[in-house]
């Protein structure tokens, strides 16, 4: 109990019910969306009356087309799964004929799988929330699984201060008292996901009307190639269990890697690493390939076993079908069990000081390091404080690579026809709609020819071949013109109407490239590069003014000649002055590599002449060019940066430790996230808070030092 209380502090639980807010709200605003409650509420009235009108009337609704569509589901649920089990059946009178051994057995368990469920009769019931609820659990897990990275990382100062030492006292010995302290994260785990999956049900259900517990899991459209005979209250029973038990391999797991690299930061690194190479690696597999096991069983699945239920699959395992969510669970229990011993293990044989390797080529190094830095003056000696004495110079270098990386993975080549495309617009597009008309009507007479050549065209019976290929190609090209024409004809109507209905005169120009630079497939990117900025701006800055205070330095600051005001007025500006710098380089970079692969073409465009910004744009900003939303993006960028940099200087100010960094880092990620791609005119009063903000922050931080004692 002592250790529970120790685990879960005040801090620890202000965290947890702040997320279980912050969840809530989310929930509940992708629930409603940009309708508004009104329309989302009206939408729902009309969903439930058209299922109580069937159900009473047995008649179909002329304005629901979801609930007509449910119904038909449920209708027709038997005989859909009749068929399954005829088409089976059919097969395996023809077993002679079918060569593959594997193939027959497979027939087989579908047959059987599938006659489990002949009996079950789905019933008509709201199942929007539960459906809503379902489709959130990878969002419930991820809030789990912060909140226990956020307790191990707090708990790891134990290692700082000394409170490790203790632990060699221990009735029963370091391994038996690492296991307890596993079986309390398991506790945990248990209970913050009943608590998650309680709460988010219980919204969904007063959002949109309580389903019925005890129908079967069939009776959802989502769960309509299911062949497990639970009802909605025992899946969702038995999905948090074995969630539970798969969160808690993943956090024993990173409990390990914490326990064997000693530095919290790089072991979540690595942790991170291994999540996102073994999703690729199971993206690329193909799917008639052997280790399909892999591209179905992988750990990104974990956080939502319902995947495995809501779609039935079997793999081949030693040349026998298995489900694939059997296997899922027996792996993940056995890989839990032996994770959770070794987690104790590791941590029985961890020791709180280990020795120095190449001592003296360190020392070397680090002198020599010194000595140049110190040349610099203070500055030198705060850079020098910053990046080695505290090692982090290490996330700089790797935001940088990480930069690099997902430029790289997320770049796109277009095919030689879009390049084509490109190329025209570029040379007849633009803002000289006369010069676009004009080579249209160049490129439709030379279309025409080419189709009268075609149809001109004799059969050669000396030549046949000959003929025939010539044929070939003409008509090859002639239907490339036409998909062209499709492009051009697309692009002039959407011209048309947007000066019809805003005024504005449009660019002739394509999607293409921006759509990647600030559209839909540049999530990635932009948002992974925003996110490293603000992790680098929140860990230079935490605990930026702790160390005088913990040394005791602080009061010999105060006795200098400078006063203690000044040396924190200079420290200040040298941090802020390099992750401006900082951003720049990574601004400069992304720009760079940008440009050379897309290009940013007709910069002075009105931005409404990239199709997709029309849903984003507001009457206030309809003349704004692409270069002025370039420059947007690029401003929120920066000042989420320079904002998470000042509000951690404060936390540096007041706080004994660095229990703000998680926290800090999540809210600034969470509202760059929603920033970056939100309406413009969000974006824009965004701007303006995050400026207002960052002058408070100033403003707060000169007087705080202005207010100390020299």
């Not at 036409?482 to 109507?493: A, G, V, Y």
């Amino acid at each position: 109990m002592t250790e529970l209380k120790r685990i879960l502090d005040k801090k620890i639980l202000y965290v947890i019910c702040l997320l279980i807010i912050v969840s809530s709200a989310y929930f509940v605003l992708s629930c409603i969306g940009n309708s508004g409650f009104k329309e989302f509420n009206r939408l729902n009235k009309e969903y439930v009356s058209a299922l109580n009108n069937y159900e009473n009337a047995q008649s179909y609704s002329d304005d629901n087309e979801d609930a007509n569509n449910y119904i038909d589901y449920i209708t027709s649920y038997q005989e859909n799964n009749q068929a399954i089990l005829e088409n089976a059946n059919r097969v395996k009178k023809f077993s002679a004929l079918v060569s593959n051994a594997y193939t027959l057995k497979n027939i087989n368990k579908t047959y059987n799988d599938y006659s489990k469920i002949q009996n079950v009769i789905p019933v008509i019931t709201n199942t929007l929330g539960f459906d809503r609820y379902i489709l959130f659990i990878p969002k419930l897990s991820a809030f789990v699984i912060f909140i226990m990275i956020y307790i191990m990382f707090n708990l790891h100062k134990e290692y700082d201060n000394g409170e490790i030492l203790f632990s060699y006292s221990a009735k029963n010995g370091r391994f038996i008292f690492a296991l307890k302290r596993n079986l309390i994260y398991i506790g945990i785990i248990f209970t913050l996901l009943t608590i998650f999956h309680l709460i988010i049900f219980l919204i969904a259900s007063l959002l949109y009307g309580f389903v019925d517990l005890d129908a079967p899991i069939q009776s959802s459209m989502l769960f309509s190639n299911c062949v497990r005979p639970y009802s909605i209250i025992g899946f969702c029973v038995i999905n948090i269990i074995v969630i539970a038990i798969g969160l808690s391999f993943i956090i024993l797991f990173f409990n390990t890697l914490l326990n064997l690299i000693k530095n919290r930061y790089i072991a979540l690194v690595i942790m991170l690493i291994i999540f996102f190479a073994e999703w690729r690696y199971s993206l690329v597999l193909q799917n008639n390939s052997i280790r399909r096991l892999i591209a179905n069983i992988n750990i990104y699945r974990i956080i939502d076993f319902s995947t495995y239920f809501r779609n039935y699959q079997n793999v081949k395992l030693f040349n026998q079908p298995v489900s694939s969510d059997i296997i899922m669970v027996f792996l993940v229990i056995a890989l839990f069990i032996v994770i959770f011993f070794v987690s104790g293990i590791v941590y029985a044989r961890r020791h709180p000081f280990s020795k120095i390797r190449f001592a003296k080529i360190k020392e070397f190094f680090e002198l020599k390091r010194g000595k140049v830095f110190s040349k610099l003056g203070f500055t030198g000696l705060e850079l020098y404080k910053i990046f080695f004495r505290n090692k982090k110079i290490v996330w700089v270098i790797l935001a940088i690579i990480g930069e690099l990386f997902l430029i790289n993975m997320t770049q796109v080549n277009f095919p030689e026809r879009q390049k084509k495309l490109d190329n025209i617009y570029s040379q007849y597009g633009g803002e000289n709609l006369e010069l676009f008309n004009s080579f249209l009507e160049n490129f439709q007479q030379e279309n025409g020819e080419l189709i009268k050549q075609l149809e001109e065209i004799e059969v050669n019976t000396d030549n046949y071949e000959e003929t025939l290929s010539k044929s070939m190609q003409l008509e090859a090209k002639t239907k490339e013109n036409e998909k062209l024409m499709q492009e051009f004809n697309s692009i002039l109507k959407y011209k048309d109407r947007i000066k019809t209905e805003y005024g504005v005169d449009t660019y002739i120009m394509s999607d293409r490239g921006y759509d990647e630079i600030i559209g839909n497939n540049s999530v990635i990117r932009e948002v992974g590069i925003t996110l490293a900025l603000i992790i680098i701006s929140v860990i230079l800055a935490s605990g930026y003014y702790l160390e005088e205070r913990k040394s005791g330095v602080v009061k010999l600051l105060a006795s200098s000649r400078l006063g203690l005001k000044k040396i924190y007025s200079k420290k200040l500006l040298i941090i802020s002055s390099f992750i401006l710098i900082y951003y720049l380089i990574i601004t400069l970079i992304d720009i760079i590599f940008l440009n050379k692969m897309y290009g940013f073409k007709f910069l002075s465009a009105p931005v409404i002449s990239i199709t997709f910004m029309e849903s984003k744009l507001n009457s206030l900003f309809l003349s704004m060019t692409i270069a002025r939303y370039c420059l947007l993006v690029l401003a929120l960028r920066l000042f989420f940066t320079i904002d998470a940099l000042f509000i951690t200087l404060i936390f540096s100010l007041k706080a004994k430790s660095e229990f703000y960094m998680p926290i800090l880092i999540f809210v600034f990620g969470v509202a760059a996230c929603i920033g970056l791609y939100a309406n413009i005119l969000l974006q824009v009063i965004m701007l303006i808070c995050l400026i207002v903000i960052l002058i408070l922050c100033i403003c707060y931080i000169l007087r705080g030092m202005y207010g100390t004692k020299n």
